[in-house]
């Protein structure tokens, strides 16, 4: 079994940055994909970001591009989402998954295990 735990959420004003982390801890895998994912009140889902660990491999959605920066520590099996310009349509809580393959799948149906989420709010 895997455990996700997330930290970094918040309150901040739009413009500001804000930095999540995620810590998978129990079962190790030689190689997976993480994934950021954020879910708004009323809306779907949706992957941010995501990296695979054994690659230099990254993806991240269209709405964020220039904006979040996704890395890893794979000595800590941890990954980050740098969050610069926020914007208040950014505002959602913040999902981490992971899943126990080598690939950034875009369905949330496809991970193997997710965190509790952490809010992230972006005032105007």
């Known amino acids: 079994q895997v455990q996700l735990v997330e930290s970094g959420g918040g309150l901040v004003q739009a413009g500001g940055s804000l930095r999540l982390s995620c810590a998978a801890s129990g079962r190790t895998f030689s190689g997976y994909g993480m994934a950021w994912f954020r879910q708004a009140p009323g809306k779907e889902r949706e992957i941010v970001a995501g990296?695979?660990?054994?690659?230099?491999?990254?993806y991240y959605a269209d709405s964020v591009k220039g904006r979040f920066t996704i890395s890893r520590d794979n000595a800590k099996n941890t990954v980050y989402l740098q969050m610069n310009s926020l914007k208040p349509e950014d505002t959602a809580v913040y999902y981490c998954a992971l899943r126990e393959t080598a690939a950034i799948p875009m369905r949330a149906a496809l991970y193997d295990y997710w965190g509790q989420g952490t809010q992230v709010t972006v005032s105007s």
């Open positions: 990296i695979v660990r054994s690659a230099p491999s990254t």
